[in-house]
């Protein structure tokens, strides 16, 4: 019976992904097998190893690298991409990550995390430049402000910025832990470790992509963190935007 095409291209897709799964006898066929099988393995496992050079030096460190590449295998086995875009693979890793996947060597408990932080890194750094961008300049009189295209908050229960190869922790943070990655006025992606207040300041302006008013944004931080004294609160308030604006995170709305 002659196969489909659904099934030749399965068989073939699967033979690319896992070569434990081709079996032919023409030495032809098995040689441009292997091109091709390099080929996108190669080109997987350059995306990823760039994308996440902190976890794939641990990795590395404690398996060497027939480790990574077991992980990237079976990443590339069993993860089904949405998207066609090569660009698109570090985020899609970091997804499989998060799934808490079994693999033959142990990962250790904070990799997830520190991949997202790794990606988050890399994603800052390629969003696409707006137009309506303007940072803040020393004479602007800002009373409303926003949070930039180009900065994100994320919350870990690691301090994944201090792991690296001389420092592994086996706990989390007593904490959890707030980061601010950012693209400043340079291009330079740099990121912030801010504590929880700020982080829910942060987190309300996110919520209001168009901004809010200083006002505005400071009767709601009252309203939602009522334990602290009022007076307290919004002088720790205007530092932080100062400093904010001043490092390219939050932007003046006109």
Known sequence: MTQSFQTIQKTFVDAIKDPQTFCDTDADHIRRMKIYQSLFFNNIDNFVSTGFPVLKSIVVKQYGEKGWESIVRQFFI???????????????????????????????????????????????????????????????????????????????HFEVHLIGEDYIPEQPAQEQQFYVVYRDREFDVQFTHVNPVTAILVNTLEQNELGMAIEQLAESLCQQLPQIPSNVLINGMNQTLTEMLQKGILLPVS
């Open 78 to 156: 069993e993860h089904e991409c949405r998207s066609p875009y090569f660009a698109e693979i570090s985020k899609e890793f970091v997804e499989y990550l998060s799934t808490e996947p079994t693999f033959d060597i142990t990962l250790p408990d904070f990799a997830a995390e520190l991949a997202h932080y790794e990606w988050l890194e890399l994603d800052v750094s390629i969003r696409k430049n707006e137009d309506n961008v303007e940072f803040y300049q020393q004479e602007n009189n800002v009373t409303a402000i926003r949070v930039s295209p180009y900065a994100s908050l994320a919350a870990y």
